[in-house]
């Protein structure tokens, strides 16, 4: 085992750790990140992410569908929210979207520096597993986490990708030892621990039950976002 | 219910926890408030932390004994580092110990605008949940963390604490069921869990397998160390 992995538990931990010549995989299962895998392994062309809501609106001038949410709602004005299911429209195919969401966009503007940046979900978690042994470089999974503070289901993401790197990439610090642990005690009934979160509380206030179980779903797609230049394309 | 239990994995993410009127339970298991845990129960009469090393030297012209730790060595010049059984001397009972060390000191001195601080370690896990029983204020634990980075076993601790108050306090947000979560997959062999840990394979290094064994051990103690102005004393 020559490559490592490390995880990083909220964007304000990332000034502790280095991007340069690594590969980030950035991961906001509710529901950024799910809805990006969604989005580009249903035929949308790019997706470009902004961490400000006013310069993602400009993007509908470009001709962009553009997605904006802020804690966990759809922002008025904006063609989509954040929910997977919206990326999935038949429209969509072919079409560029912009989005701005409250936690995942922020960190994949924090990771620009690396090597490389890709998108996780549980969604495509075997692929981005998969692609993590083929790379060269060293893994930091970066959990978006909930306006600065550690979330279950980014972590649990953390844990479930380690376990599927324990035979090709060694630990570089605790985290990546603590999520695996946590993942493998939760994994025979993810859903029933996450239902237990704060986010997913937030969410079932908001009537988004269906798509906590979508993001759930492991290894629906094999296609992996990858951030090239401004926007993410498929892999 | 009608009490909250938080945790804050690193003092870096502590601006997101207001620490007014709260209980702060501060942990840095490796080794800072183990040995202070043991020194009050041993009779030292109060352990002053200072997160400056210049500033904690001074305290020796005022006939402290003085304790300093970095990077889990023993700094020159200091009478004890940051040994559990350095602080149980014989000698030391009725004396004041000033202390500074990489982590501990500063978690709580950035935990200062609190309602109580005391000190956690598993010395005195149940002593200190009962102690949380009893306090009308909500809890939340403060993990020292290495250099600003999240650790397995301060975490574990948190997980352990919550455990113990899981019928009297809830969970303010996610780390507190996520390091429940995984204390509970753990517990059953603490110390093979924790000798993965980067902390211990540091110390290991430099020779202080004992302390881990030591710092493991769950209620040894009653006493709880508690902040009063710049001083711990028995509570």
Known sequence: MSKTIDVCLSPELLHLYPVENKLVVVVDILRATSCMT??????????????DLEECRKLKEKGYIIAGERNGKHVEGFDLGNSPFGYMNEEYKGKKIGVTTTNGTVAINKS???SEVIIGSFLNLSAVA???KKSPYD????????KGKVNMEDSLFAGALVEALNETHKSACDPPLMMEKMYQAAKSDLLGFV??????SRLQKIGIGKDIEFCLEIDKYTEIPVLRGEELIKL
Chains 1, 2 share one sequence.
């Open 38 to 51: 969604a989005g580009i392994a249903n035929g949308v062309k790019s997706i470009t992410p902004k961490a």
């Open 112 to 114: 620009k520096n690396a």
């Open 130 to 132: 998969e692609h993590c």
């Open 139 to 146: 893994v930091l999974i970066l959990c978006a986490g909930w």
């Open 195 to 200: 239902q237990k979160s704060s986010h997913v």
